[in-house]
């Protein structure tokens, strides 16, 4: 069960009001790689997993983000503060207010008329926020490498938000939930190395003949080699006559019925197209026409 | 540029047909751990990528999942191609049809009634596939990391639907489906380990003072220890009141200027709540009344 | 800032493994009326709301509905556990497991395969959770109606969740989860009634004429009359031509530049359908020849 | 069934084109609060209704929603008009079309490039329109609520189009759209206390233990009271521990099988994390080296 | 504007509530070849048209696809009357309710559930109807192809649904709604080639040199010939090496800004991967250890 | 199976960096009528096609298309380079890099901040690819319609941004691209008029009653007749009452059981509306109180 207390785990103060650099902020609150997604994937996760320490890493993390979620959304609540009350009360008149609304830049104005300058699930384009973002499938050794992932990209988004910010308050709160997504990260690789073996991830192995084979079925100019497809590490197939059918002659086939076959080949017989027709086309009736073109169209 | 052999790389060969099970293999067509997924998250990743070694790998990796998405997309045309027949013929009466579209099971009548029995790029539950399921962000240390996670998911995805499926063949494509995530999630981790260093990732170092802190923010019965949260890696916090705050009073603000704090103030008085009323309400209006209640509701 | 506790606001007990009926409990997980939508409904409008009570309402209460999805998450989790490790371990044979995957029926098995077992934020038909489910715009007056509805639905899918679900202690949570909608509409409602006025909703009144017009525009047998459309109430217009242009003349114009006007002219012309041609066309061409048809189609 | 005749419901007169206001307005087309949500909502909830006061009321109002969609998007033709007319015709040379293009500002290139001026059924930010905008869930007490909230939601966000646009005839068309929102919200509020009782919604009723219980989960500077959660009203919980577990020790259990025991038990022992060990990790190999360090990474 | 009558185009007579069948009629009410989708298409043209001709037709049409989506959303409100009063009242014990939304089939319980048994803008799968199934582009000869296109999808999918369908009330209607998309083809067939010319759609002409040329890009057993890849028709080429850089060397280049250079220099030495490094790997600690393995993993 | 040539199809010169125009190129990339869309149509239909021409024709023209989309891609990433080198070392100050990514325009600010500057499976307006733009249902006389539009309209969007584009090397492959959507329209009439008959789509006939009306449902000022609703061609019915109930009164019936009869009716009972009362409501209570009223409110 959760408990709130008002006061945020990273104090934020912003220097003045900006819907345009509120609206980049969204990236982090309603975005892919955003807050939401990461309290939501690890608290998901945790009501999953039954392994005592896993879950209880799981659901600690899932605890901050959400309080994270708090931090990004109340430095996009500030942003957006002095815009909001304008537009609501409608002090400045129409002209003023459409020129300061498309003054701000990039998709604000979708905070501005629809969310009215609260903060909204969105990204900075506008894209809803939807769980396909989140790629739990319920198994550890699966979706510890997708937390690890997930932090790693935070943290790079969150660097460039950095990047293009100049308030110090707000960097200041971003550098710190940037460092948090670091600490994320190397905890769910102790809890990744904590499980032995965890590769090949899940139970089944893979079949030898086809684990350690590279395919190089990119070719020309900008061929490259490295520890990734060097054949000290696998077995390389350039040709890509001995890529197809590496198994046989690369067919497929289905035994039918008979009900069934009949059927499929009253559809052929129906739906074919004749190679030996040359027909008009509705192109044909389209064109425009030549000159001296004598027929009827 | 890309070509193609009508060869696949593997051999399909399917006892008989079954859309209930088609349907099931959606999951790795157009589902979000599936093969689309993964070529369009190599492919794209390959256009911005500078770096001659990576590029050439992930245009390698891409083009063979292209050819995957052949190979999982025909096992899903076999298993389908009796019904497929039957249903575009309407050989069977309408009532029979009816039976057997709902005695297929699962979503399996989406792909006869909306896709004609064709391959469609939808989960197994319906759901349209979308770009939401990329999560490249353009840093290869973070794309990187995705991309093995990625195929550490899809190789149990794969797993899963061996262990629901009997047909020999079937199993036999899908074993060397599963095989080929096991390849790549190798691969990737030699391009991963090739950058150096790669942690943290991105170029911004974190704060030190937050970098290997912990905060224990679920308690209670169930508390764990481990590698990931213990004190000789991590600074632990395990106090409510000491991870508020943690740089300051926790408080939020925001420098507005004369003109936005008319507006602001203005419109909390418009919108403010009566914390002094006990208003009736629309609820009490609507609530049954009470046998000996006198009021004139 | 958020704290988290192991034990759950209400006990769990749940009779028996049922992969079928976890996933109808969905619904109120990732469902549209679910908790999750509850949960980020509130804490983002007290995140842009700057009215203390309000603020402070909308803070507990989105607490509290995280808390609840917790318990509806725990309650699929428990419903899932003993599919969820079967597929994982792959204990049975293949045509078993698949059997069983077929015959808990509705959309379970997206939940097997696609998600392990795990808790996922879809509703009951497969559809990924998306924050178009959430109405808040930053107006209280609407925020606070779009809450008491929300409130209101959510109430009304617990209850018929509980019509088909006969295990006892899975009954007991839902009811609790239930109830606690009842309460919470309540203190919406207060709060609702302690703006003071709270209709029209906003800052602009409505223009008098149309304020209390009700346009009978569906008409027809089935017609009928209460105090919605009474002509005590409201100035009833029932006649088609006298609804339309109720201003004027019900046309549509805008003045152009010259430039604006030349090219709109030339695309005009470009494009324009000839309203005296009977043009043979494509359907023409594929349509079945008739028998005694001598052309050479 | 329905009839069309060509003059509008309300007049539109635009003193000029602007693709940029154009786009604005397409939050009332194609947006949530929009005028499509609107008709589909009354139109499909008017299918479903049995009871004829409550049919007719819904089917009217969603012919009307379905004539202000078409007032509002003639509004976006005609601002898109001259605009349309370049592009198509290409009548200014690229660089300037380019420029016009990005001087349009806010989301408006997407209305220009992909839907070539005509109105699209996307918001301001480009989002398409989805059902699940939708919230109708068959029960008249959560409809009638949904509806009258949805009324008010309309009427905010045209109070916002009206505080950002100064042309006349905009204005007074918005203006009377407004003002049909307060109409409507009239109508179906007379509707919703029409059903008597109304209050909880639905059938079954909350269990009293719970109904009028308030937890006050948020706290810290900042808690408030008011008649929403004023023990005159509710028996207020504030303490986090009386708060769990409310009716027992908040706990979760289920039965499983035999079967599914040691399946469970198999899955645990595979997966387990080992709390004792402190493996190296990816990161550590990532981690940049340390100057001194003599370990053989 | 529009105008209702509460007649229906067509009489629906349904001989029996099957909530089955009626989830599978979604496909045409809230389904991507559905009536909901025909109506937004002509409706939203039409607002973008400015030919006359074209105007009428398109809102001719798109006020019938209305009424057909009045048709067809009726039938599904019939269909799932029964289980509707029953799950609202909560009338049969709550075993044989869920064993009662089970056996109904498909994804029956969605609508059940969470739609209460209303029409809901779904399709038979759960997917969410979205904006993206309508493809206006705002130019006729494109939009008049994409109609004729949509028409000939409905036919199929409703005659789908009337092999599937034994109950003549439901044929019927099904087969008078399926016979109108063919009316509205030739409608929109001659609305095509009423322009003249329309192909090549828009208004710039191809280049010369590709506008007939072949690429025979998928080549081995099963290459076929017929009049759509002739050398009769077109200028086939079938090496792959000359279909590359088929106007040059096929290369990529962008002149950068000094400082872009200089930037983009920098980002590759931070980021380049070491070719001539064979690091080990997240995968080597995770593998399985080899029984007489003596490194210190 | 496929292969890759690290040559493009057409070389990409791009003059200099610009994310503006490459966030509007993206609408072929992965916007609705882009090349992604294209290529997986044309797959996916393959894969499900048994007709040996048409088989052919669809994968040689589906690797075509994924040869474009990397054309598409790469001039993107060309136009990104710049802009991408500089956020990622954070080579400028904050202030100076938050103005360039706001001078940059349009939804530019997605791409760099979110994708880093790689290219994206989104549209100009940032919204997510998904697979409902694609609209095959499995029969070719169908299909193939749908790919003719598909090609005329990305014909059109390439025209549209040739229109926007000053930038010769851009122009010249645009140009290119937009060409081999005439030749594959051509290619797809071919094969559509190649099957004989291929009018009406599908097997069924229509109902000849029916085939050959004309609704005039939309009238007014601006009816218009062209060969598309002559009499000459259909049948028309003008008149509003006429048109209803085609076959017989257009009522709804449904057979119910007893049971369910009983349900309905109880349902009915317990949630009708009072046509006899005027019920003060909500709207009441919020209505700002008029001066010289004397209730209690």
Same mark, same amino acid.
């Given at each position: ?9 990273? %104090? ?68 957006? #503060? ?36 609260? =903060? ?24 510890? !490498? ?6 790693? !990209?935070? #943290? ?14 707000? !960097? ?7 460092? !948090? ?15 032995? =073996?965890?590769? =090949? ?19 020309? @100019? ?9 054949? %000290?590490?696998? @077995?390389?197939?350039? %040709?890509? %006559? ?46 425009? =026409? ?8």
């Amino acid at each position: 069960m959760f408990a709130h207390n008002k006061r945020l785990q990273y %104090t934020v103060r912003v220097a003045r009001a900006n819907p345009g650099l509120a609206n980049l902020m969204l990236e982090q609150f309603g975005g892919p790689q955003g807050e939401l997604a990461a309290a939501c994937r690890y608290f998901t996760q945790a009501l999953g997993e039954d392994d005592p320490g896993r879950k209880d890493l799981l659901m600690d993390i899932a605890t901050e983000e959400l309080s994270h979620l708090e931090v990004i959304g109340t430095i996009i609540s500030m942003l957006n #503060k002095g815009g909001k009350g304008k537009l609501a009360e409608g002090v400045d008149e129409q002209a003023e207010l459409y020129r300061s609304l498309q003054g701000a830049g990039n998709d604000s104005h979708v905070t501005s008329i629809l969310y009215g300058g609260g =903060p909204a699930l969105i990204n900075s384009g506008g894209q809803l926020w939807n769980a396909g973002y989140i790629d739990s499938i319920g198994d550890p050794t699966a979706d510890l !490498r997708s937390n690890i992932a997930a932090e790693s !990209r935070a #943290k790079i988004v969150y660097e460039r938000l950095i990047n293009v910010t100049d308030d110090p308050g707000i !960097r200041d709160a971003l550098t710190f939930l940037m460092t !948090r997504e670091i600490a994320h990260q190397q905890s769910f690789e102790k809890a990744l190395y904590s499980i032995s =073996p965890n590769f =090949p991830p899940g139970k089944l192995p893979g079949d030898p003949r086809f684990t350690n084979v590279y395919f190089n079925l990119s070719q020309g @100019e900008g061929d490259a080699t490295g520890s990734w497809n060097a054949d %000290t590490n696998f @077995e390389v197939i350039s %040709t890509f %006559t001995d890529s197809m059918g590496i198994d046989g002659d690369g067919s497929a086939s289905v035994t039918l019925t008979p009900d069934e076959q009949s059927a499929v080949q009253a559809m052929a017989a129906r739906t074919q197209s004749d190679p030996s027709a040359d027909p008009m086309t509705g192109a044909d009736l389209g064109r425009a =026409p030549v000159l001296d073109d004598t027929t009827t169209r």
